[in-house]
């Protein structure tokens, strides 16, 4: 059966899940693919990034939790609208999740920050 390979339109023959034409189309699809996302995320992955940053440098490195004022953080330019998860415990407290760190917010101005 003659198929069309998804990159370069060319007509090929093969495996029924067989979607290109050849290694080197299969390759630079997923190169093409991958530089469209960094493109399409970096903003969002750099303010990501600058949060983490900005809870590890508040908790330390050897700390494992620390209860700060939150203007301490928005001083620092802390991006509340990013995070890269959240979980809700048992009190019906929100961890929010950078990565390995999270936040809660304990008061409208005390904020708690703890190494996961
Ligand atoms: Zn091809």
């Known amino acids: 059966m003659k198929k069309l390979c998804r990159l370069c339109k060319k007509k090929f023959t093969g495996r029924a899940d ?3 034409c050849s290694i080197a189309c299969k390759n630079d699809y997923h190169v093409r693919l991958r530089r469209v996302t960094i493109q399409a995320t970096k903003s969002i992955d750099e303010i990501l990034h600058r949060n ?3 809870l590890l440098e508040l908790l330390g490195k050897r700390n494992k939790k620390v209860k700060m004022d939150r203007y301490e953080l ?5 991006n509340f609208n990013y995070i890269t998860g959240y979980d809700i ?9 950078v990565y390995d760190f999270s ?3 304990f008061s409208d101005t005390t904020i708690l920050i703890v190494r996961r």
């Not at 928005?74 to 802390?78: G, L, M, N, R, Y």
């Not at 415990?89 to 999740?97: E, V």
């Open 103 to 105: 936040y809660m917010t």
């Open 52 to 54: 983490r940053s900005i």
């Open 74 to 78: 928005e001083k620092k330019k802390f």
């Open 89 to 97: 415990n048992k009190s019906g407290k929100t961890y929010h999740h």
């Open 18 to 20: 067989k979607i290109f």
